[in-house]
C-alpha cells in the first residue's frame, strides 16, 4: 500500500507523541524516519518506530527534552546541549547559526553532546550542500564494533556522511558504518532469517558467523577494510566523542534501563564554504571529477539510487506493507 509523505509523518509523529515526546521533537523525529523510507533505507525507516517507541518507554531518553546552544563560543563553532535528547532537535536549533557562521568565516564545526542518534546521517549533511556548503558529519553510538586486532568490542559502528553541492545535479552525497555492514541491516537480516557475508560479524564466542541473529544476539562486528576501517572508527571517537563532550561508545550504559535502543553519545559536523575557502569554480570541479569516474567506467554515484526512490515516491507515494502499518497503529494503542 502506498502512503503519501505527509500522511507517514503524521502518523509517526502521533505515535511518538502518544509514548512521551514533545510535539515540536515528534515533528522532527517523525519527518526523519519518513524520509529514510521514502528514500529506500527501510534500516533506518519506519522499521526504527518501534526502537524510538521502546527507548522511550524506557525512560532511558528524554522525549521532552530542549536543547540548548551554548553561549560564548568561538565564530566558527556551534556547540549544542541536546540534554539527554534526540540528536535531529539539536542540530536543527544550531543548523540556521552554524549555517550563518560557516558563509561568514568559510568553516564552522557544530558539536553536539549528550545526544541519541538512530537515524540515517545522509539526513543530517544533506541540508547543509543545499545550502552550498560542504558537510562532513560523524555520530558514534553503542559499543559493537571490535577493533582491529582485539578481542571485544569498543567502537559503535559510528557512521559518517559527506555532502557536497554539485552544478545543475543534486548533492554528491555518501553515508557509510565504520562496520563491515550497519547494525540496522544486520538487524533487518535477522528479522528476515537471512546469512550475512562472510567478515561482517562475531558470535556471542567470538567465532566469525554468517549468521545474522548471532550477531545481534550477543555478538559483535568487524571494522570494514580491516585495520583502515578500525582507523575510522576511532577516528569517529575522537570527533564525536572526546571533542563533542559526549560519551565514548564503550562508556555508554543502558543496563538500568530495559527496552533501551538508542545511544547517548555526540554528532560532530563540519562545513566549509568553498567559495570563502577559496576555490575556484569549485562545483564545476566536482562535475569534471564525477565526470571522470563515470569515464573509468563507475555505474552509479552514492547517493543515486536514494534521490531516484524519493522522485518515484514523490508521484507514486511511499510503499508500506499492511504488515509495517498495522505494528505503527498498534504502537497507538499500546
Known amino acids: 500500500m502506498a502512503n503519501t509523505f505527509d500522511e507517514l509523518v503524521d502518523l509517526v509523529r502521533r505515535i511518538f507523541v502518544r509514548h512521551g515526546m514533545s510535539d515540536s521533537n515528534a515533528n522532527i523525529l517523525a519527518h526523519n524516519c519518513v524520509a529514510a523510507e521514502r528514500d529506500g533505507a527501510k534500516s533506518h525507516g519506519l522499521f526504527r518506530v518501534g526502537d524510538y517507541v521502546s527507548t522511550l518507554k524506557s525512560g532511558w531518553v528524554d522525549g521532552q527534552a530542549e536543547p540548548r546552544l551554548d553561549a560564548d563560543r568561538a565564530a566558527s563553532v556551534v556547540s549544542v546541549d541536546a540534554r539527554n535528547g534526540f540528536a535531529q532537535p539539536a542540530l536543527a536549533l ?24 538512530l537515524g540515517a546521517l545522509w539526513l543530517d549533511a544533506e541540508p547543509f550542500a543545499h545550502a552550498g556548503l ?34 545543475g545535479n543534486e548533492p554528491l552525497v555518501f553515508d557509510q558504518a565504520s562496520s563491515a555492514m550497519a547494525f540496522g541491516e544486520i538487524a533487518l537480516a535477522a528479522k528476515g532469517g537471512h546469512q550475512l557475508p562472510p567478515g561482517v560479524g562475531l558470535d556471542r564466542d567470538r567465532h566469525p558467523t554468517t549468521d545474522a541473529r548471532a550477531v545481534v544476539e550477543g555478538g559483535a562486528l568487524l571494522p570494514f577494510g580491516g585495520q583502515k576501517g578500525s582507523s575510522i572508527a576511532m577516528m569517529i571517537e575522537l ?52 565526470g ?12 543515486v539510487r536514494r534521490y531516484q526512490n ?16 498495522k505494528m505503527l497503529h498498534g504502537f497507538l494503542s499500546s
Open 239 to 290: 570527533l564525536s566523542a572526546a571533542l563533542t563532550g559526549g560519551s565514548f561508545s564503550y562508556e555508554v550504559d543502558s543496563y538500568g534501563y530495559p527496552g533501551a535502543r538508542t545511544t547517548r553519545t555526540g554528532e560532530f559536523i563540519l562545513l566549509i564554504d568553498p567559495e570563502r575557502a577559496g576555490a575556484r569554480d569549485f562545483r564545476g570541479r566536482v562535475e569534471r571529477l564525477v
Open 292 to 303: 571522470k569516474m563515470a569515464e573509468c567506467g563507475q555505474q552509479r554515484l552514492p547517493g
Open 134 to 167: 560542504l558537510a562532513l558529519a560523524c555520530v558514534n553510538s553503542v559499543k559493537r564494533l571490535v577493533p582491529w586486532g582485539g578481542r571485544e568490542p569498543v567502537f559503535g559502528t559510528n557512521p559518517m556522511a559527506l555532502a557536497v553541492p554539485r552544478q
Open 94 to 117: 544550531g543548523r540556521s547559526p552554524a549555517i550563518s557562521k560557516a558563509r561568514s568565516s568559510g568553516v564552522c564545526i557544530i558539536t553536539i553532546r549528550d545526544s541519541h542518534h
Open 310 to 325: 524519493r522522485r518515484h515516491a514523490a508521484g507514486h507515494g511511499i510503499p508500506a506493507s499492511d504488515a509495517v502499518l
